[in-house]
């Protein structure tokens, strides 16, 4: 492993500690291995992949009032600091910028193999059995309702209405996660999404069936 990868790695265990649990430094390794893992079979920059998914959520908006440009000069300030090359720190930051669900719309088109990697490996973590604890850890922690019959899930929400939603953490597998396996960008990413897909659908019917009492 380089020095800069090593640099990183303490970094962003450094800058995430205390972080919620689903947007924490293990959150961070497992998005950096299944980015390596994808890797293997697509290609890229194998440093551009492991650089930015190393930090890609070092500063998530959630948790910084919304902020989309922290992220950004927080990860230009490391690698300036490590003396990274200016056009690996361009590529780096386009892909922090352009990776998260909500931004999809307002992404260019041919994007780079790397951001389509670390995308991938980003939304797989989101989604499967890792995903749903994820999803319950961060409902817990915004005291959002587990779910409520009464409140449908919202669809097709644009960026801002996706930033402000508050509702059932049960509606957030429809508003998001099952809308993951068709937006993958990869072949290996689509395989993986699959089966973690198909994970959450028998997880979601077997919910539904236990609060309804159905025996």
């Known amino acids: 492993m ?30 950096w291995k299944l980015s390596k893992k994808i890797g293997e079979k697509e290609g890229g920059n194998i440093e551009i992949i492991e650089l930015s998914a190393l930090l890609h959520d070092i500063a998530d908006p ?12 927080v990860s230009r300030d490391f690698l300036e600091s490590q003396n990274v090359s200016d ?8 892909i922090i910028k352009n990776i998260s669900f909500k931004n999809r ?9 790397e951001l389509k990697i670390v995308q991938d490996a980003d939304r797989l973590d989101a989604i ?10 961060f409902g817990g922690f915004k005291n959002n ?9 919202k669809l097709d929400m644009t960026k801002e209405e996706y930033k402000k939603n508050e509702g059932t953490t049960i509606n957030h597998f429809y508003e998001k996660l099952l809308l993951l396996k068709d937006i993958m960008n990869t ?4 395989e993986i999404a699959q089966e973690r897909h198909d ?17």
């Open 187 to 190: 072949e290996k990413g689509k």
């Open 105 to 113: 719309r307002e992404v260019p088109e041919n994007l780079p193999i």
């Open 2 to 31: 380089s020095k800069l990868l090593q640099n990183t790695i303490h970094f962003v265990k450094e800058k995430l500690q205390g972080a919620e649990s689903g947007h924490d430094w293990f959150h961070i390794e497992r998005v």
């Open 62 to 73: 959630k948790f910084h009032n919304g902020d989309e440009n922290l992220a950004l000069e």
């Open 128 to 137: 499967g059995a890792i995903g749903i604890a994820r999803t319950f850890n």
């Open 199 to 215: 994970f959450m659908l028998r997880f979601l019917e077997e919910f539904i069936k236990e609060w309804n009492v159905s025996l």
């Open 145 to 153: 309702l587990m779910y409520h019959p009464e409140i449908p899930p």
């Open 87 to 94: 056009e690996i720190i361009g590529q780096v930051l386009f």
